[in-house]
């Protein structure tokens, strides 16, 4: 089955916005095993976007719109598609009945005027809710098409999408497919592609894609099968060879946890409490642990020392070992990390000083990078030699530190 | 004068990579005053794509293809392109030379054969070198058309953009086009706009453009003219009106500058040092500031917060302040930032506290934030409600810390 996506919005062709709604539509299609070629951007222009949806309706099964279906004159996806495939446009009482909720949900008393017109629904179309938001998602069908609007704002698409859009498309197939995300930390790319060669080559069903991310590899496996109990029964014995093969190197199966939400769940249920101490990273490290809601419980202080009198009066760093070693060193990565446990009463510290760039430091390349973990009084240290530019270099050092951190409370347990 | 983009990548149909580019060259496009109508995405499939370059000869003036041209066999935009043109590809004795400097740059001794490809030229065709990479880029010329094909990666794309193709668009227009930004903070979108309403009304050359960011809005002064001198003459007044307007709020007039760079560039020139106290942000303020080199002279450190014992322990906040008012509180903003300053002998510390949600605390919203500044014996302390996510509520508590800061340090100079 082919998908194609058109994406409209004036704000994408003059570069305002990124086109992130692209990446994310592809990817769940690609899980879909749906076959997608083509993806065009037009403006809120009626002639060119009648254009593209003609032009992909010829060559493709489903075609997905994003955006413009706003209050607004100037959004006219809605009008434009209903034109094309030659729909009446009617109020659907349902979807005013939503509209009005959400207003008095936001305690707004009088609606524009102007909102009703997203009330309006193409004859035949099937509604799919918007939760966070008053311009409904649509699918159309029409000669074993389909064409489907969705609310071009990432959070009113992708919640809906997730909802309502995904298990519609899943329907469409002949065989309903299902995936599971095996995320993994403290392996390179090709050493992750190299263990597992042999299943990648007598793969078929299910088959396994690998990601490459910043200091992760996440291994998706996709099962395709008449229902989904059949398909997860064929994923099942696929992720637990993986969860053999990488071990501890697994952090999650589930798509929707990061590594810091791992890492502070797995501090929690052991009830341990964690400090940072950074130089190089300068506060990604503890804002990357506060992203995660609820972190507080296990995340109390961090301490960022940038310069070398800040690692001495906050972290008490000797002297002499900044100016015998100097401040990148693996001697001050483990002074920094047992003393700002020690000093905040943590159980937990995790210690960052490197060289970021673009000037080398202290005579020592851009790139190097030491990290400590002090845990159970043990402090454990790693070098590294990063590439890649100043943005790079810290955040591979951030996903490096939280997996060091997570080795050294597993190596405990 | 009509351009269309078509990113060819078989990882953005997968949704592997999101296109940054598009959106990069559709603001560069915009700011020529050339009109776009079109983004295309194919995937690397030499029918397809020379199905898109056609329809896009058809209708458009210019033509800008990005990806594709690597050196392995799926890289085929450079020959498709050559081949819809009617263009023989012979090797480019210049390019050849690059290359092989290119690889000698990286001590790699033996170049791998499939890289010749790569000094491969359409005939007639211009090329713009790669300061960063193997794949030069290149203009080719037909029938009054421009087709230009640029490497994909976004590290050699927009060097070579802004040094080879901009100029090479500017040239093709009858006027060129000249533009300065001008970036304000605190103040709104709509401020902003309803300040300038009678210059927005009246522009016709330059032109001003309003861009709102997160915390801030960016101006754009862009001007046609015969040569660049008479453009630049036609932006100065403008750009001086703006800064009669705004004042203070203009913290540079250099595209490239960032606001937490003017903030470390405005300490560094009254030799200042600064230290940041944040609960809610948890470290996202100082990553900011480290996030530019060189950020050592001026920040020294910074205290992380999270909890109530760490504010108490670190900060020295009074017990009593913290069970009176509570952590969000404008009392405890203030004592995080005057002992902040004091604890780490900094002449300036910003602080922040503030509840980012998902779940309110101590019975206050979601999105209320306090920060405050000590400077010069002084405390400013503001109280802000901020809507949206925790994302979105720590982003903006970021920019509004910089700032306020920003602002404290003016108002006593």
Redesign the interface.
């Known amino acids: 089955m082919v998908v194609e996506l058109i994406s409209v919005g004036t704000e ?9 709604n ?9 899980l879909l095993g749906l076959s ?8 809120d ?1 009626e002639d ?1 976007l009648s254009g ?1 949806l003609k032009t992909a309706l010829d060559r493709s099964d489903v075609v997905i719109l994003t955006g413009g279906l706003g209050p607004t004159q100037d959004d006219l996806t809605k009008e434009t598609a209903a034109k094309v495939l030659g729909k009446k446009l009617l109020e659907d009482a349902h979807t005013r009945k939503r509209i009005e909720e959400y207003f008095a949900g936001l305690k707004v008393k009088t609606i524009p005027e102007n909102n009703w017109k997203q009330a309006l629904v193409p004859e035949g179309a099937i509604v799919a809710d918007n939760q966070n938001g008053t311009a409904p998602g649509l699918i159309m069908e029409e000669n074993g098409k389909s064409v489907i609007l969705l609310p071009g704002p990432p ?1 009113e698409l992708k919640p809906m999408f997730e909802k309502d859009i995904f298990p519609y498309l899943n329907r469409l197939r002949p065989e309903i497919i299902y995936s599971v995300m095996v995320k993994i930390c403290g392996m390179g790319e090709s050493a992750v592609e190299s263990e597992i060669q042999d299943l990648i080559r007598e793969q078929s069903n299910p088959t396994i894609a690998t ?1 490459a991310k910043v200091g992760e590899v996440h291994l998706r496996v996709t099962a395709k099968a008449a229902d989904e109990k059949e398909a997860k029964k064929l994923v099942k014995p696929v992720v637990k060879e993986l969860q053999k093969r990488f071990g501890n190197h697994i952090y999650t199966t589930d798509e929707h946890v990061t590594l810091e939400q791992a890492v502070i769940q797995m501090l929690r249920e052991r009830e341990l409490t964690l400090t ?1 101490a ?1 130089s190089l ?7 990357r ?3 995660v ?4 419980e296990v ?9 070398n ?2 690692k001495r ?2 972290l008490e760093v000797k002297k002499s070992t900044l100016k015998d070693y100097g401040a990148v060193s693996e001697k001050t990565a483990k002074e920094m990390a047992k003393n700002g446990a020690f000093i ?1 009463g943590a159980d937990v510290c995790i210690s960052l000083t490197g060289i ?4 080398t430091e202290e005579d020592k390349p851009v790139g190097l990078v030491y990290m400590a973990c002090s845990y159970n009084n043990k402090i454990t240290v790693q070098e590294f030699h990063f590439s890649g ?3 790079k270099i ?1 955040e591979t050092s951030v996903v490096m530190a939280l997996t060091l951190l997570r080795e050294c409370i597993l190596e405990e347990a």
Chains 1, 2 share one sequence.
């Open positions: 994408l062709l003059l570069g305002n916005t990124v086109n992130t692209a990446a994310y539509l592809s990817e769940k299609c690609a997608l070629y083509y993806q065009t951007v037009v403006g222009n060119r593209a959070g990601y940072t950074e990273t300068g506060g990604m490290v503890a804002s642990f506060t992203d809601p609820g972190a507080s995340f109390r202080q961090g301490l960022v020392t940038y310069s009198r800040a009066k906050l905040t970021a760039g673009p000037a530019d100043r943005a810290r």
